[in-house]
């Protein structure tokens, strides 16, 4: 299984993105989908999670700027991020909770990580 991340770049605070995350391999159900991310110095951090039924829930700091979505016939997961802040600046993670085989329990699997850059 892969998750394969894009989208990431440099831009001006105010301006948008819009993150990717395609899933791959042998993939027979996937749960919740998420994105996190890591900025230099800080643990890692929930930005926004959807659920298969698309059920979503966001970090406070977030809220009404970004959306996440995800389109499950593709098995990927996306994130628009509008009026970005320079404190936005960090490597994003995508995560999904997914299942294998019908005989496995479902786990956690992550992207490489695209980075993201807010100049002020």
Do not use: H
Request: some cysteine; aromatic content about 8%.
């Amino acid at each position: 299984v892969q998750l394969q991340a894009s989208g990431g770049g440099l831009v001006q605070a105010g301006g948008s993105l819009r993150l990717s995350c395609a899933a791959s391999g042998s993939i027979v159900s996937i749960n919740g989908m998420g994105w996190y991310r890591q900025a230099p110095g800080k643990q890692r951090e929930l930005v926004a999670r959807i659920t298969s039924g698309g059920s979503t829930n966001y970090a406070d700091s977030v809220k009404g700027r970004f959306t996440i979505s995800r389109d499950n016939a593709k098995n990927t997961v996306y994130l628009q991020m509008n009026s970005l802040k320079p404190e936005d600046t960090a490597v994003y993670y995508c995560n999904a909770n997914l299942r294998t085989s019908w005989r496995a329990p479902s786990g956690d699997y992550w992207g490489q990580g695209t980075l993201v850059t807010v100049s002020s």
